[in-house]
Structure formats: C-alpha cells, structure tokens
C-alpha cells in the first residue's frame, strides 16, 4: 500500500499490531529523555480495546536513524505510529522513506505539531499513507478498528489520507476526555531509564541520583505567545483526577522529585492552591516544579507552594521589553516579571525564565536588559546552574509569528515556507542574520554560566571561612591544586579577586568530593572566561 491511495486493510483474525516509534534518535537526542506522555496515552487507549502495542524508544539504546529502520523492518507489526516536533519532521520523513523502501507492506501514521499545522503538505513531503490531526487518541483508535475490520475511513475526524489522487481531510480530531484516559502501562517502558534522567533540575538531583518522574496535569495552553503553538484546545484535569493518578505514582515508584511538564499549569491561582493543599493533605514526600506566569504568584501563594514541596517555578519571561511583550501577546510587563521573580526567591524556590531574542523591532539592548534579568534569578546562597532558557526565536507553523511573516510578504504559502525555512524555520527579523542572532545567544548563555560558577565559587569560598568543618588536608589539597595550576590561579585572581583567592588558601575542612568539586568549579570559571575573552 503506498501514499498515492488508500484501501481498508483487513487483518487476520489476530488484533491488529501497532509499533509506536519515537522519533529520538542519537541525530537529535539530548543528553536527557523525558518520558514519552503522548505515546504512552495512545497506547493504554488502544491496549485497553484489546490491541497490540510496542514501542522503540531510540533514546534509551541510543539508536541511530538506520538502527531504526532496521528494526522497525524487521517488525511483525502492521501499523508504524511516530509522532514528533516540527524541528524533527525532516528526520522523520527521512525514517519514513527508508522504512517503505524496506517494507512498502508497512502502513504509517504521523501525528504531531508539524502534521496539525500543515497536515497536507506533512502528507505531500513524506512517505506516510495518514496523518491524525489534533489530540489522537480517538481517531488512531478508530484508524486501527478500521483497518482491521475493513471499513471506511471517511467518518473519522482527525484524520487525512490521500485516495484516488486526492487527498482526503477529514478535520481536527475529537478530544476524549481526561477521565476516560488509562493511565500508561508501565511495565511497557524502561521506567528505570525515566526516573533517573531527570532533567531542568537543581544540580543536586544528578549527583545523588534523585528519581526523577515526569506527569502532566492538563494539555494545550489558554495563552496565546506569538511563537507557540501547542497542538490542542487547553484543558485541565480535575483536582481529584490529579490526586488519583499521583496516588498510583507515588505508590508505583515513590519518586523523589516530580517534574511537572505542562506547558502552563499554573493557570490561576486557585488550581495551582487547590493542587498543593491537595499534596500537604496526602503527604506526598516528592519536590517538584512547575511552569507559571509571573502575573499569578504572590506571597501567600508562593509559601503554600514551597510548603507542598516547590523547588522551581518556570517563568516565560522572554524580553525585557513592555512593547515587543504587547506585540508577541505576553500578557505581562518587565515589572511583573522582576517581580515575581524576587517574590519567588524570597519563598526559597528556585526561579527559572527563558529569554529569547529574535522578535521584530527587538535590538540588542532589549536582549541585554533581557539577559540582566536571567542574571538576577540566582539565588546566591545556594546557586544552580541551570537559571535560565535563553534561545533565538524559531518561526514555527501554527504560530502568530509565523502568521505575520507570511502577511508581511516573506513566504506566499506553506510550500513556499517549507523550501525556504524548512532547515532550521528561523527567520530574521531585526536586522542580523540567524548567525549573528545566534553568536548573541551563546554570548547570552555564556554569562549565565559564568555567573553560576562565580556564585558557587563565592558559595564555597564563605563556607570555607566560615569555618563550618576543619581539615588542614583539604588546605593542603587546594594549595597543592593551585601550585600545579599557576595559570588557573591567575585566571582565578583577575575574576574573583586576590582576596578572595588568599581565602581559597586558607580552605580548612572538606573532604575528596569537595576538594574535586572546587577543582571543577574554578575549571568551569576559567574555562567560560578564557571562552568569553577569546570571542568564542
């Protein structure tokens, strides 16, 4: 069966066999992998009607692409299921092409940001035979029961397939509701894999190997950024939905720490209270963040969070600039952001922002005052390293920003945009090129780690004089360090001071994991200055 058209396939009198594969392979996998929500939900719906279900996950075996394709060719699987960013797509048609060259046999659907906002050119560049838009667990079931019975498709909104030399559009996808969602089959995921690679975490989390569980409260997003898109109408789940699968959680692996990975939970303040309470009344032992607006958060509310266990609240700040804020739909101001910032250290939570640059009519002196604010979010007693987002702006489909570039002339259609912007779907549009813009990035990320390193050194020098333990070996140790490393020694001096530097002398008291921590520290210190310095 190809793309061209499409006929109802009937199976045997076994059910049908859906691979779900994970577009995560080494050619875009980070160091950290987050678990996979939306597959995870697609399968539970489809196991619990009686359907077979795999998946491959790249990213645990660290895969590459033709790895992928040679065990997805060798599958007994008769539904090949992937989903992914837009930023993926390329990879993902590329996958898909080798798949079908392999086994033309095999039937493909895609599902995602880049299929939702663009669902027939997804279909017209790619080798798949359907595409589901919108929110999928409704039409891939319905997709599945199709094909095995062989009946038509043409009732099942959410989904697009080409027949007879068109292409079929069926509309946006039916949502099914929270409660009427399984919760995931765990033992059909490497749980172990999910719980310790954490990510967006205090840097303590790492080094004790804190187990690390990601969820999700609600979908979609009530707010509407100029460069987001989030694929689906917002919905939330209800407190007591929330409780019980947090219940099942905590039971099944007892994290330590759970990561909130919504894309705006904090919606309002009474959800977010409703939420904590709900977990101090529990005693849920687990910290974890969330992702906020700095318009809801207030003294009261910020120390009920820190009570229930916050450790870290997501502020989308993105420019430090009132006007480009009105013009990317922000909905908040410079001073509200500065704001709930300081309100938020004051609870003792840590808070991070992401910064962008790139929005028209945005200099470098928005970005800088951007930057300064990022800067402020450290919390110097107890510094970490991961403070900010800072990133240049990436014209997504979907978007209002990518509305406004085709108003203003800069692509005629999705097509003309694909051939244009497909790469890397940046656009300029303050006057520097996406190199330029991206060398300020760098230089933006440089001085947040710069500024962690100086913290935690002045952290670690105050401990030291404070004299909160005594050890005239891990003197010796640094002194020693120091003699061995006369460059890093002065490098040291120009950034945190001579008298500072004496007081490293004069380290009393920490033992082997210390002595090589400050090592590290003063390391990462020169090495971003050496870095900065150079032009880097």
Not at 237 to 258: G, M, N, T, W
Not at 335 to 360: C, H, R
Request: glycine share 6%; net charge neutral; aromatic share 12%.
């Amino acid at each position: 069966m190809t793309g061209a058209t499409v006929t109802p396939f009937q199976t045997s009198k076994d059910r049908m066999k859906v691979l779900f594969v994970e577009p995560s392979f080494v050619e875009i996998h980070a160091d950290d992998a987050i678990f996979p929500f939306g597959y995870a939900c697609l399968g539970a719906v489809l196991q619990r009607e009686g359907h077979q279900v795999e998946y491959l996950l790249p990213s645990v075996k660290r895969l590459d692409l033709q790895q992928v394709v040679e065990i997805v060719a060798a599958t007994d699987a008769r539904l090949i299921a992937i989903g992914g960013l837009t930023a993926y797509f390329n990879l993902i048609t590329e996958l898909v092409s080798r798949i079908k060259a392999l086994r033309n046999d095999l039937l493909v659907v895609l599902g995602g940001p880049m299929v939702t906002y663009m669902p027939e050119l997804a279909l017209k560049r790619s080798s798949a035979d359907f595409c589901v838009v919108g929110e999928g667990e409704k039409a891939l079931l319905k997709l599945v029961d199709a094909l095995e019975r062989g009946t038509s498709l043409e009732t099942i909104t959410g989904l697009i397939y080409p027949s007879n030399g068109k292409v079929i559009n069926n509309g946006f996808g039916e949502m099914m509701p929270f409660e009427e969602m399984p919760m995931p089959n765990w033992d059909d995921f490497p749980m172990d894999f999910y719980l310790y690679s954490g990510w967006y975490l205090p840097s303590w989390s790492r080094s004790n190997k804190t187990k690390v569980f990601a969820w999700m409260l609600s979908r979609g997003c009530p707010m509407k950024c100029n460069f987001c898109a989030s694929g689906c109408e917002p919905r939330y789940k209800s407190i007591d939905l929330a409780v019980r699968e947090l219940d099942q959680i905590v039971e099944k692996f007892d994290p330590d720490y759970l990561l909130f990975a919504d894309n705006f939970l904090m919606r309002e303040k009474n959800y977010i209270s409703e939420l904590c309470h709900a977990i101090i009344a529990r005693g849920f032992r687990f910290k974890f963040s969330v992702t906020c607006r700095v318009n809801v958060v207030d003294d009261t509310l910020l120390a009920l969070m820190r009570r229930a266990g916050c450790e870290m609240i997501f502020y989308g700040l993105e420019c430090a600039n009132d006007q480009i804020l009105k013009f990317m739909r922000k909905g908040i101001t410079v001073n509200q952001a500065v704001n709930a910032i300081e309100l938020t250290k004051k609870a003792g939570i840590y808070p991070m922002v992401s910064i962008m640059f790139g929005q028209p009519a945005e200099t470098l002196d928005d970005f800088y005052n951007s930057i300064k604010i990022a800067l402020s979010t450290t919390i110097p007693a107890d510094p970490v390293p991961n403070i900010a987002s800072v990133m240049q702006l990436i014209t997504f489909p979907g978007t209002g920003i990518f509305r406004h570039a085709r108003e203003t002339g800069l692509f005629s259609d999705d097509e003309d945009y694909w051939n244009k912007y497909g790469n890397d779907f940046i656009i300029s549009y303050t006057g520097y090129n996406k190199q330029q813009v991206q060398k300020f990035v760098d230089k933006g990320n440089m001085l947040l780690r710069w500024k962690y390193h100086q913290s935690m050194a002045d952290k670690l020098l105050l401990d030291f004089k404070e004299g909160t333990t005594r050890s005239s070996a891990f003197r010796n140790k640094v002194k020693l360090f120091f003699k061995n490393n006369p460059r890093i020694l002065k490098a040291c001096s120009l950034l945190l001071g001579k008298e500072r530097i004496a007081m490293v002398e004069r380290f009393s008291e920490h033992d082997d994991a210390q002595s090589k921590f400050i090592s590290r520290c003063v390391s990462g210190i020169v090495k971003t200055h050496n870095r900065f310095r150079s032009g880097e």
